[in-house]
Structures are given as structure tokens and as C-alpha cells.
């Protein structure tokens, strides 16, 4: 199991830019591959990008492709969200959350098992 908190939420007005944080802890934490998620009000949370555990590879959803980045450095145990030219519809909570894997150069985007407490990214007009 790894501990999870992510910083760097807040208020941002359209156009803008946010980078997320995601420090992990615990033992076996390089053994995770990392993900970003998020939930708006009254919808289901979704997947918002993933990246190895070696931080090779990630993916990104469609909705945020061009305009977010998810990277990691290992040697700090952390992993980031960059955000550019966000939109009303970026506005939700924003989860990190980590999947054990053996595969070091494998993405997911489902079925992660440690969650972080999440934080507010609130987009204003």
C-alpha cells in the first residue's frame, strides 16, 4: 500500500494554468504506476491521464490531450499534473491515485487500488 496526498489545487481563472502534485510514500512506492483522475459534481470520475512506472510512457485522456501533462520523478516520489488553458469544464476534484504493477513500462487507466484525498481545482469565467 502507498500513502497519497496531492497539493497545488485552487482557483483559476479561463485560459489558465495549474500544475498538480502527488507525493507518495510508503515502501515499494517506485512500483506504482501513477495516475490523475477527477470527479465534477453529480458526475462519475473519470480518467484523466496515467504514466508508467518508469515514467516512459503515459496517456492522456481525450478530453484533456494538448492541454494537460502528466510526468513523475522518482527520485522525489512524485508525480505532477500540468495544466494549460483550462476551461470551465476542467472545474472538479482532482484524485492521484497508484496501481502496483511488476511492468515498468505499462499505462492504466482502470482498476488502480491507493488513493489520494484529492484536491479542488475550481475554474472561474
Known amino acids: 500500500q502507498v500513502q497519497l496526498v496531492e497539493s497545488g489545487g485552487g482557483l483559476v481563472q479561463t485560459g489558465g494554468s495549474l500544475k498538480l502534485s502527488c507525493a507518495a510514500s510508503?515502501?515499494?512506492?517506485?512500483?506504482?504506476?501513477m495516475g490523475w483522475f477527477r470527479q465534477a459534481p453529480g458526475s462519475e470520475r473519470e480518467f484523466v491521464a496515467g504514466i508508467s512506472r518508469d515514467g516512459s510512457r503515459a496517456a492522456h485522456a481525450d478530453p484533456v490531450k494538448g492541454r494537460f501533462a502528466i510526468s513523475r520523478d522518482n527520485a522525489k516520489n512524485t508525480t505532477y499534473l500540468q495544466m494549460t488553458s483550462l476551461t470551465l469544464e476542467d472545474t472538479a476534484m482532482y484524485y492521484c491515485?497508484?496501481?502496483?504493477?511488476?511492468?515498468?513500462?505499462?499505462?492504466?487507466?482502470?482498476?488502480?487500488?491507493?488513493w489520494g484525498q484529492g484536491t479542488q481545482v475550481t475554474v472561474s469565467s
Open positions: 491515485a497508484a496501481r502496483f504493477t511488476y511492468h515498468a513500462q505499462a499505462v492504466y487507466n482502470t482498476d488502480y487500488e491507493d
Open positions: 510508503g515502501r515499494f512506492s517506485h512500483y506504482y504506476a
